[in-house]
């Protein structure tokens, strides 16, 4: 019940085309969209954060949501998705898929929170924007709290490739890292960001990372400048940590 005491962190529309949603979809959403704003009340603070309306588009003809990816973002080609986002209109899309359930979620949440952090951060790098979204798409909404679970397919493709070091990765231009080993860099991202997520000092180094893009909001700066200031031993003893991480196999779930 909303007596109007509390602020409210996102108000969404749910769009179907050509979809029918199961009942528990839109509890599900609320609930995982709300313990993803749970996360950024711990970024930014309550003050800092921006009220989102989010859109939320679900198309169940795969042609149909072809043309209009096309069209509402033709910079990126003929690359095929499962979803994307448009700032513009503030609008997250997901070819939706009735067979795919938990997959049709985790694409929302993976858009959402794309939405979330454009708002907060404006443009920044992609290893932390399509991190996070890598992160929140692998949540499971479990009554009203968010659990995070590995996402072992990029774990596979991690310990079955050559990593890059760590600062070369960081400072890869948006062009090149969505076009070469793309599948790599996104596997590259969710791993930084659940290593950072799992505990201290980790944690506390991403945030303030991410208070440092918001002071500079739309203004050059080097982000990963800011994480190697933030994480103890700078980027050098994270690059030392995370690949431990990688090397140990646990990975746990997480809870938001």
Not at 46 to 75: C, K, T, V, W
Not at 92 to 109: C, E, H, M, S
Not at 172 to 182: E, F, H, L, P, Q
Request: charged share 20%.
């Amino acid at each position: 019940m909303d007596l109007g005491i509390t602020k409210q962190d996102f108000t969404y529309e749910i769009i179907p085309d050509g979809v029918t949603l199961p009942i528990a979809f839109q509890g599900q959403l609320a609930a995982g969209s709300k313990r993803m704003y749970d996360t950024w009340h711990f970024f930014l603070g309550e003050e800092n954060l921006r009220q989102s309306r989010i859109q939320l588009l679900l198309m169940g003809d795969p042609n149909r949501f072809d043309a209009y990816h096309a069209q509402s973002s033709p910079a990126s080609g003929n690359r095929q998705v499962a979803g994307f986002y448009s700032m513009g209109k503030n609008q997250a899309v997901v070819k939706y898929d009735a067979n795919r359930p938990a997959q049709n979620l985790g694409t929302t949440f993976h858009e959402i929170s794309h939405l979330i952090t454009a708002a907060h951060l404006g443009p920044t790098p992609p290893w932390l924007t399509e991190g996070l979204a890598e992160y929140f798409e692998t949540m499971q909404v479990q009554g009203q709290a968010g659990v995070i679970y590995p996402n072992y397919s990029h774990i596979k493709l991690l310990r079955s490739n050559p990593l890059p070091g760590l600062t070369d990765y960081l400072t890869i231009k948006r062009s090149d890292w969505y076009s070469i080993n793309r599948g790599r860099n996104y596997a590259i991202a969710w791993s930084l960001v659940n290593f950072l997520m799992s505990g201290a000092p980790g944690t506390y180094a991403l945030q303030e990372t991410v208070r440092q893009v918001h002071g500079n909001f739309c203004k050059p700066f080097s982000v990963e400048g800011a994480l190697d200031k933030a994480y103890p031993g700078g980027l050098r003893r994270l690059e030392a940590d995370w690949r431990k991480w990688l090397a140990s196999g646990e990975f746990k779930v997480q809870q938001t």
